[in-house]
């Protein structure tokens, strides 16, 4: 059943507008109940940067990543310490970040209250004390953390005696971490260096809780190595506590829960974590890691088809179109599908700015099968299949003959002087695009195609694959210029 033709202009009238970013400015997407600036490139990491030293640590600043980069300046300083929500998207932040002799050298030096998540960071980092992969320390009053399916996998040096896989130096933040592994290398240059995975360094007040947390992480000259460290009265270690869970190392501190110590079977990571809390953790290329939530996911957006329909407008000749809308502004699509000769053909579609519906170009007399749609939005693709069975083309005529009957071929008198056509068509029940479609003949008396008219027509009819056409008037219609003496009948 065919959709009224109505519901496409509805939709052209019903979408909500977006404002794009223009050159300058970073573009802005609405994920769940947020509003984030989103980053595809160290240029856009730089606007970021100077939105948050704009805020001045007095107002959030939420970002999304929308692929994978690098970036060598770090985000949030004292003065301007780093407020929101750091959403990966699943994306990879690749880091070099050399600070010299400073401290809290990180991506993120200076953070207040902040929510990071879905992120793999990866890279170096460099400088003097409570240097780290993702935090250098917390600034600011009531400052908090909190960490969901993050994985730093930073190679963190420092010239002092201080060191941290995710956090330099907490101070007295509340820090929540859920899913998280730590499998980058920490290196220490001063004496009698202290290093935690997690958090290197803190101070007594703030409260820690931990859920499915791992760590493998490589040391190199670290006297004194553990999940976490913190000051009260003297450096003491930290491996768990009772608002935590499964706080897993792959070394054998002696401070870990039984069972959470010398754990370095993959498998067993993450079959530990799973069994909490089921699909949370997964072994991709022999490690344990973060199963990270990306958006949109298949309830995040209304990405829709319907049925084919011929090409009618200037510049649509030879094709038919498939109608798309998408409760999100579309910046482009790919499509991909296979023909009846197996060959497989790809089309890319840039979008104009707001756009949440319009027209696929297909060749309309080839099969589009297994016909699938992978449409950018901005932020994240969402991918459509479409089923066979609501493919349509315009069935070609193939094998096309034409030969001119006497009496003496046919023994029929009214035979004589009639051009019968023949042709053929592949996939006789293959939808056709166009219901109770015909053949059209055309003439042309003269051998020119403004000449050309039409003298009848022949219904396409399901499944069947051969047609005859019968031309009666062909002799009546030439004038004597037109017919050679020597063959005239």
């Not at 052209?12 to 595809?40: C, H, Q």
């Not at 190392?249 to 002696?254: D, E, K, L, V």
């Not at 022999?286 to 939530?293: K, L, N, S």
Request: proline share 3%.
């Amino acid at each position: 059943m065919r959709k009224n033709s109505l519901l496409l202009v509805l939709l052209w009238a019903l979408m909500p507008i977006v404002t794009w970013a223009a050159d300058n400015e970073l573009e802005t997407a609405f994920v769940g109940d947020k509003s984030y600036y989103v980053l595809r490139s160290a240029d856009d990491w730089n606007k970021f940067r100077q939105l948050v030293a704009d805020a001045g640590g007095k107002s959030e600043v939420n970002a999304i990543m929308d692929a994978d980069f690098s970036v060598s300046n770090p985000v949030g300083l004292d003065v301007a310490p780093y407020r929101g929500t750091f959403n990966g998207n699943g994306h990879t932040l690749n880091v070099n970040i050399d600070w010299g002799s400073n401290y809290f050298a990180a991506p993120f030096p200076s953070v207040n209250q902040a929510t990071f998540k879905n992120l793999t960071v990866t890279g170096s980092v460099k400088g003097s004390v409570h240097c780290a992969g993702l935090i250098g320390h917390s600034y600011g009053s009531s400052p908090s953390f909190t960490i969901e399916k993050v994985r730093v996998s930073t190679n963190v040096t420092v010239t002092g005696s201080y060191v941290g896989g995710f956090i330099g130096d907490a101070g007295s933040a509340n820090v929540t971490m859920t899913d998280c592994l730590a499998d980058g290398s920490l290196t220490a240059q001063g004496s009698d260096a202290y290093s935690g995975t997690f958090v290197g360094w803190a101070s007594s007040g703030g409260e820690w809780i931990m859920h499915r947390v791992y760590e493998s992480v490589t040391f190199t000259g670290v006297a004194h190595q553990s999940v976490c460290y913190y000051y009260d009265g003297g450096a003491k270690y930290w491996g768990y506590n009772s608002s935590s869970t499964l706080i897993v190392a792959s070394h054998n501190w002696g401070e870990m829960a039984s069972g959470c110590k010398s754990v370095t079977n993959q498998s067993t990571v993450a079959n530990k974590m799973n069994g909490e809390k089921a699909g949370t953790w997964q072994v991709v290329d022999g490690r344990a890691v973060p199963i990270m939530q990306t958006w949109p996911s298949a309830d995040d957006v209304n990405f829709a088809t319907y049925d084919i329909v011929p090409g009618t407008e200037s510049g649509e000749e030879g094709m038919v179109k498939m109608p798309f809308s998408c409760d999100k502004a579309v910046k482009s699509l790919d499509i991909t599908y296979t023909n009846e000769n197996g060959e497989t053909k790809t089309i890319h579609m840039d979008c104009g700015k707001d756009t949440y519906a319009g027209f696929i170009l297909l060749p309309a007399t080839e099969q589009h099968k297994s016909l699938t749609i992978k449409a950018k939005l901005l932020v994240g693709t969402v991918t459509k299949s479409v089923d066979d069975k609501n493919d349509a083309l315009m069935h070609k005529p193939l094998n096309l003959t034409a030969q001119l009957l006497d009496y003496s071929t046919t023994k029929k008198l009214e035979d004589a002087g009639v051009v019968e056509l023949k042709w053929t068509v592949d996939a006789p029940k293959y939808n056709d695009v166009i219901s109770s479609d015909v053949f059209s003949v055309m003439r042309s008396l003269t051998g020119k195609e403004e000449d050309m008219e039409s003298i009848g027509s022949i219904p396409f009819e399901e499944g069947t694959a051969s047609y005859t056409f019968r031309d009666e008037t062909l002799m009546s219609a030439l004038t004597a210029e037109q017919i050679d003496a020597n063959t005239a009948m």
